[in-house]
């Protein structure tokens, strides 16, 4: 088993940035593929971004390239969401995950989620 837990959603304006945070503890090996997902109301969940292994390959939804970067940190269990040049259409709450698959598969486990609201 593996436990997420995220932090450092909030309240942001329009062009502001934010660092999201997701700490693994439990079985945590740097052999998962880390996500992030988001899930505005009403809407369904989406893939945000990902990350291989071992952190070389990345992936992302359209709307965020160029604004959003995934990183991990293997030693300290950690898997981060840099966002810049946020946008009110970012709102949503933010979830971060593990799977043992690959960044577009099914995602085993998931955090509870941090909510990221973009407003002036």
């Known amino acids: 088993q593996v436990q997420l837990v995220e932090s450092g959603g909030g309240l942001v304006q329009p062009g502001g940035s934010l660092r999201l945070s997701c700490a693994a503890s439990g079985r945590t090996r740097s052999s998962y593929v880390m996500g992030w997902f988001r899930q505005a109301p009403g809407k369904e969940r989406e893939f945000v971004a990902g990350?291989?292994?071992?952190?070389?390959?990345?992936y992302y939804v359209n709307s965020v390239k160029g604004r959003f970067t995934i990183s991990r940190d293997n030693a300290r269990n950690t898997v981060y969401l840099q966002m810049n040049s946020l946008k009110p259409e970012d709102t949503a709450v933010y979830y971060c995950?593990?799977?043992?698959?690959?960044?577009?598969?099914?995602?085993?486990?998931w955090g509870q989620g941090t909510q990221v609201t973009v407003s002036s």
């Open positions: 990350s291989s292994r071992g952190g070389g390959s990345v």
């Open positions: 995950a593990a799977t043992i698959g690959t960044p577009y598969s099914d995602y085993d486990y």
